[in-house]
């Protein structure tokens, strides 16, 4: 094989990817434009939306009842949880009101022992 041969072929190869690259660009920005200039026409289309007037939120209803507490969990762990719980439900509620009804503990499939150990072995190196 002589360089000549070798060095056409690069070219060639070389010359057909920019030029399908170019094309498949070309495609796209049509595509944006046939599609894209749809979206944009119709959104042109409509008019501004109206502010909307929310009414005050209404006053806080009475306390909800006091948790059902499991036999596992005391009863300054239920409170405690149920104070969190109000912190951040108030701040995201915006005059919502939440209850707490029960507390479970949640049960893992795996004890603490095997979660060390399973952490230990899929650590990366």
């Known amino acids: 094989m002589d360089w000549t ?4 072929t690069v070219l060639t190869g070389l010359v057909v990817v920019f030029i399908a690259l170019i094309l498949l660009i070309l495609i ?8 894209g200039g749809l979206s944009h026409k119709e959104e042109a ?4 939306p109206k502010p909307v ?3 005050a939120p209404p006053a806080p209803a009475k306390p909800a009842a006091a948790p059902v507490v499991t036999s596992d969990i005391d009863g300054e762990v239920a409170a405690a949880i149920t104070a969190a719980l109000a912190v951040i439900l108030s ?17 893992t499939g ?3 022992w ?3 150990g399973l952490s230990e072995n899929v650590r990366p190196f």
């Open 91 to 107: 701040e995201e509620g915006a005059g919502k009101t939440y209850a707490v009804r029960s507390i479970k503990r949640v049960r």
């Open 28 to 35: 796209l920005v049509l595509f944006r434009n046939i599609f």
């Open 110 to 112: 795996r004890s603490a």
């Open 114 to 116: 095997g979660a060390a």
């Open 5 to 8: 041969t070798a060095l056409g």
């Open 53 to 55: 007037h929310r009414p």
């Open 45 to 48: 289309a409509k008019p501004a």
